[in-house]
C-alpha cells in the first residue's frame, strides 16, 4: 500500500466505487487513491447480483438525475465494454399493455423516453409486438431497441483493472468501522488498520446511510434492504422469450413487476418479487440479521410504506413461497408459461433510500461536504449508470475538495 495519507480513499469496492476512483485518478493524473473494500472481493453485493440489464432511460421522470445519469451512464458503458472488449447483447426491450386499462400509462413511458432521448423508442401494435415477441400477450407495447444486458462483474474486473495500471490498490476486507475527522485529513479505522486521506468518498451501496453516519453524516435518508428472488425458465422452454419484456407499472406498486430477462448466458430469468429483506446481505430466505430488521422494522418511513401497501406485501410474500402463484402472475404476459416450465433463481437486495413519510426515494441522492462525499441512495439503474455517477461525483469532488 502506498505511504499514506492518500488523497482520497473510496469506500466501497462495487461498480460505483470502482468507477468513481478510475474517474477521480482519469481527472487528476498522479492523484493518490485506494479504495476500501469489507468483502474478499469487489462486486459482491448490488453489482454481483444484478440482472445484468443496461437500461434505457424509459421510467424516470425528465429533468431527474437518474433519467439524465441513466441515458448518459448506457452510452459510457456500451463505449467501455467496447474497448474492453467485454460482450454487449444489445437484444432490445418491450413494455407490454396487457389490456385497454394499461394505454394511458404505456403513452406516458413512451412520452418520457422521448424527453430522455432514449433513441429509438417506440410504440408498436399487436403485429409488430408479435413478431418481436410471438408467445407475449399483448395490445399494445414500448419497443425499446437500445436496451442490452452485460456481466456488470466483468465490468468491474475491467474498471479494477485499469485501477491497477495506474497504482490504485483495491484493499479487500478492510470493513469501514469508524471515521475521524482531524485537520487536514480523515482517517477510517479498517479491520486492517487506520486509513488516513485528505478526502473520502463513500460509494457503500447497501450500507450507504450507516458508513455516512460514521463520517457524521445525516441520519436521513436510510436504507432498507428489498430482496427480489428470480425464477429461471429451464433451457427448453427458452422459445418463450427471445428478450426483455416488461409489464407497464402499476402506479400502486413501488417496483417494477415480474418480467422477463435475457441473461449474458442466454438464460431467461423471470422476476423479480420484492419483499423486505431480513437482513442487508440475506440472500437466502433463512437468513435473519437481528440488527437489520430491526433498523427496517423501525424506520418511521418503512412503517408508514407497510400501511400504505401491506396488501401487496401480502401477496409478494405469497409468490415468494409459492411457484404456482408466481407462475401465475408471469402468465399476465407469457400465457403459455407452466409451473414446471420454471426453476428456482438467485436472489438480489436493493439498497433503497426511503424518505421519512414513506415515499421511496425515487432520484439518485448526494451528500456530504468539503471532507467527505458520499451516494446516499443509488438503486436500479445504479450499475447502467455507474460510469455517469463516477463523473457526476467527480465534478462534487472538483467543487468540494479541490476549490479553484
Known amino acids: 500500500m502506498a505511504e499514506q495519507p492518500f488523497d482520497v480513499a473510496v469506500v466501497g469496492a462495487g461498480i460505483i466505487g470502482l468507477a468513481t476512483a478510475r474517474a477521480l485518478t482519469r481527472r487528476r493524473p498522479g492523484l493518490r487513491a485506494v479504495v476500501l473494500e469489507k468483502e474478499d472481493g469487489i ?20 429533468g431527474s438525475l437518474k433519467a439524465r445519469l441513466c441515458v448518459e451512464g448506457a452510452a459510457a458503458l456500451e463505449r467501455f465494454c467496447d474497448e474492453h472488449g467485454i460482450p454487449v447483447n444489445r437484444c432490445g426491450k418491450v413494455i407490454v399493455a396487457v389490456d385497454g386499462s394499461e394505454l394511458t400509462r404505456l403513452e406516458e413511458l413512451h412520452r418520457r423516453a422521448v424527453a430522455n432521448g432514449v433513441a429509438g423508442a417506440a410504440l408498436i401494435e399487436r403485429d409488430r409486438l408479435l413478431e418481436l415477441e410471438p408467445h407475449v400477450a399483448g395490445v399494445r407495447a414500448l419497443h425499446v ?35 475521524a475527522r482531524r485537520p487536514g485529513t480523515v482517517v477510517l479505522e479498517t479491520g486492517g488498520g487506520p486509513v488516513e486521506a485528505r478526502h473520502v468518498v463513500v460509494c457503500a451501496g447497501l450500507h450507504s446511510d450507516r458508513v455516512a453516519m460514521l463520517a457524521g453524516g445525516a441520519r436521513e435518508p436510510r436504507i432498507v434492504p428489498f430482496r427480489g428472488d428470480y425464477h429461471i425458465l429451464r433451457p427448453e422452454r427458452r422459445e418463450l422469450v427471445n428478450g426483455l419484456v416488461y409489464p407497464v407499472p402499476d402506479p400502486a406498486f413501488p417496483f417494477l413487476g415480474v418480467h422477463t ?46 400501511r400504505r401497501n401491506w396488501r401487496l406485501g401480502l401477496v409478494e410474500t405469497a409468490r415468494g413461497y409459492s411457484r404456482r402463484l408466481f407462475v401465475a402472475a408471469a402468465r399476465r404476459l ?71
Do not use: M
Open 145 to 179: 431497441p437500445g436496451t442490452a444486458v452485460v456481466d456488470f462483474g466483468l465490468v468491474s474486473a475491467a474498471l479494477a483493472a485499469d485501477l491497477a495500471a495506474v497504482g490504485v490498490d483495491v484493499l479487500t476486507g478492510r470493513e469501514v468501522t469508524g471515521i
Open 261 to 306: 430477462t435475457l441473461r449474458p448466458d442466454g438464460s431467461i430469468w423471470l422476476g423479480p418479487n420484492a419483499l423486505l429483506a431480513t437482513g442487508r446481505e440475506a440472500y437466502k430466505r433463512h437468513q435473519v440479521d437481528v440488527r437489520d430488521l430491526a433498523g427496517s422494522l423501525a424506520s418511521p418511513g418503512f412503517r408508514r410504506l407497510a
Open 43 to 62: 462486486a459482491r453485493h448490488q453489482t454481483g447480483h444484478s440482472s445484468g440489464v443496461v437500461h434505457s432511460g424509459v421510467y424516470y421522470a425528465p
Open 334 to 404: 407469457l400465457p403459455e408459461l407452466r409451473p414446471d416450465d420454471v426453476l428456482p433463481g438467485p436472489s438480489g437486495i436493493r439498497a433503497q433510500a426511503l424518505a421519512r413519510d414513506g415515499s421511496l426515494v425515487d432520484d439518485f441522492v448526494f451528500d456530504g461536504d468539503g471532507a467527505v462525499l458520499g451516494v446516499r441512495n443509488a438503486p436500479s439503474p445504479g450499475a447502467t449508470s455507474s460510469l455517469a455517477i463516477a463523473e457526476e461525483i467527480a465534478d462534487r469532488a472538483e467543487q468540494a475538495f479541490w476549490p479553484s
